[in-house]
Structures are given as C-alpha cells and as structure tokens.
C-alpha cells in the first residue's frame, strides 16, 4: 500500500481541544453591511464571559424561533444531557465566530446573504436590542501556520473562516507559499476579502471550474496542509481528490462541507 505523501513531524498535526459546552443570551448590540453580500453582526451580553474560539473554522449553532415572533428560552448543559424549556424545539444553523473581543465583551459573526435561509434573513433584519442564543463552540481544531504549502479553497459561506485564516497567517508572518481559491457566483463578494492584499486570492466561477483549477496545481509531498469547505457532494469530490487520488496524508487535509444542494 502506497504510502500517504507527508513527512511532517507529529508535533506539527493539528491539535483537538474541548470546550465547556454553554449557551449564552446575547443581544444584537451593532450591524453594517459588508461588501454588499455580507451582513455583520456584533453581539454582546454577560453570557459571554468565559467564551472561547481558538480555531479559524470553529462553528457555534445559533437558534431561531421556528415561528417568527416566538420567545426562545436558552437550553441549559446537564451531566444528564441538554434540557430545553417549553414550546418547540428552535431552529439552528451554524456559523464561524469571526472576532471575539473579550475585553469589550464583543462577538463578530459575518452572515452570507442568501435567498431562503433562516439566518441569512434574521440577519438582514437585524436590529440593535435584537435578542439571540448561541452555542459552542463546542471545540476548536487549532491548525499550525508554518506548513510550507497550504491550499485553502472555499465559497462565498466559508469566507468568513478564511478571513479570520488569512489573519492568522499574516500575524504569524508565516513564509509560506499560500494558494486561495474562492468558488463565487457574485463578483461583488470579491470586496469581503478586500483587505487581504498580501495574499494572492484567485475567484472561480462554478465549481466544475474549481475542480479544474485544483487539479491543474502541482501538489508537495511534504510539509503542507489542505483546508476545503462548500457544498456536500463538491467537498467530498475534493477530499477523494486529495487523499484517494493523490494520497495526501488524510491527518493534513480538512474538507468540511458547510451545506447540501437539495
């Protein structure tokens, strides 16, 4: 059996750590328009003391009344499991905290705008005061910046993880050679990552265009570390692509998908 193509020292995986699980209260304390297909959310509240984020692709659940108007109760974590209140069960969908400044007690979410989506269309509406109940992060994947080669490939619902990425690369004043490609049906979203000017980010119209792109690169042998999210039956194509096909080490490739084409 061939052996996968990777010969980083162990120390350098990407390393699992837990968190407390909790709900928190928070209300909407700003919102602003980003890049016309963004709209960005600051939450704060006393329930946010003791959060923590530390990985760039972390996804806490945020819920949603299942009929507009409803009051949701926070769910409370037993050693028994967790108990909710009352009345039907809210609806959740997951987001990467971009930002969370604890000295002003601040979580930045960044929501894709997008037709039909329960939290794309709270987030459109939202307003200061405007009440919310988050989740999580119920663990973080905490990835090394010093991989000599690294790939990240997303579409316009995985900018935000990508842009808190690219952040930590350019604290890290890594020297890596970093690759993006960003699958987008809007040009207009190219603005979210406007200010990412030390990275050469290249956008792609469709993801049969994607897929030619990624295999059109020369892939390392060593020392790299592959970062993909998207669309289910897209990201799971990639992921064969890179561990089946070329035999990248699965240990250095992460292909997440972020939804499911119906």
Not at 71 to 80: K, R
Not at 83 to 91: A, C, D, F, N, S
Request: aromatic share 10%; hydrophobic share 40%; charged share 25%.
């Amino acid at each position: 059996m061939e052996q996968p193509r990777q010969d980083s020292p162990a120390a350098n995986l990407p390393v699992r750590v837990k968190n407390e699980l909790a709900f928190r209260a928070l209300t909407v304390k700003r919102s602003e328009s980003v890049a016309g297909c963004f709209k960005r959310i600051v939450l704060s509240g006393e329930d946010l003391k003791g959060f923590s984020s530390r990985g760039f692709d972390d996804h806490i659940k945020l819920f949603f009344p299942a009929t507009p108007g409803d009051v949701i109760t926070a769910p409370v974590a037993t050693e028994e499991g967790i108990v909710w209140g009352e009345g039907p069960r809210p609806l959740n969908r997951e987001y990467t905290p971009l930002h969370f400044d604890a000295q002003a007690n601040e979580l930045t979410l960044d929501f894709y705008l997008h037709d039909g989506g329960v939290a794309s269309e709270w987030a459109a509406a939202a307003k200061p005061g405007d009440p919310l109940i988050i989740g999580g992060p119920r663990g973080s994947l905490i990835i090394p910046t010093d991989y000599q080669w690294q790939l990240y490939l997303c579409d316009e619902t995985g900018l935000p993880a990508l842009k808190r990425r690219l952040g930590e690369l350019k604290q890290a004043a890594s020297d890596a050679k970093i690759t993006v490609l960003v699958k987008t049906k809007d040009a207009g979203c190219e603005n979210y990552l406007q200010d990412e000017a030390d990275f050469t980010i290249e956008w792609v119209i469709g993801g049969e265009a994607l897929v030619q792109k990624v295999k059109s690169l020369t892939l390392p042998d060593s020392n790299y570390y592959v970062w993909a999210t998207g669309e289910g039956k897209l990201v799971k194509g990639l992921n064969d692509y890179f561990t089946v096909e070329q035999g990248l080490d699965p240990a250095y490739v992460r292909c997440v998908a972020y939804w499911h084409d119906k």
